[in-house]
Nanobody, 116 residues
């Protein structure tokens, strides 16, 4: 199983980025797909998640600014990030986990840096 995340980069505060994560060798449509982030010196935290039925939930800190979506035909989950803040600076990871299963799969992460 591989999760390949991309789309990170350097952006000014107020700007936008779109992250993508493409999965291989899993039944993508059956997995809950999530984005997490980890800032330097901080614990990894959940940013957004989307179920196989496309139900979504977001961390309070990103509600109204970030949008998670999925394309089951292309095994890809997206994170559209708008109105970015320096506090959004982190390595962003995607995760796949099937409901009811303990095992989860993680991508390597993509760095997002927001300058003030």
């Amino acid at each position: 199983v591989q999760l390949q995340a991309s789309g990170g980069g350097l952006v000014q505060a107020g700007g936008s980025l779109r992250l993508s994560c493409t999965a291989s060798d899993i039944v993508f449509s059956a997995h809950i797909m999530s984005w997490y982030r980890q800032a330097p010196g901080k614990q990894r935290e959940l940013v957004a998640a989307i179920t196989s039925a496309s139900n979504k939930n977001y961390a309070d800190s990103v509600k109204g600014r970030f949008t998670i979506s999925r394309d089951n035909a292309n095994n890809t989950v997206y994170l559209e990030m708008n109105s970015l803040k320096p506090a959004d600076t982190a390595v962003y990871y995607c995760k796949a986990q099937r409901r009811g299963f303990a095992r989860a799969y993680w991508g390597r992460g993509t760095l997002v840096t927001v300058s003030s």
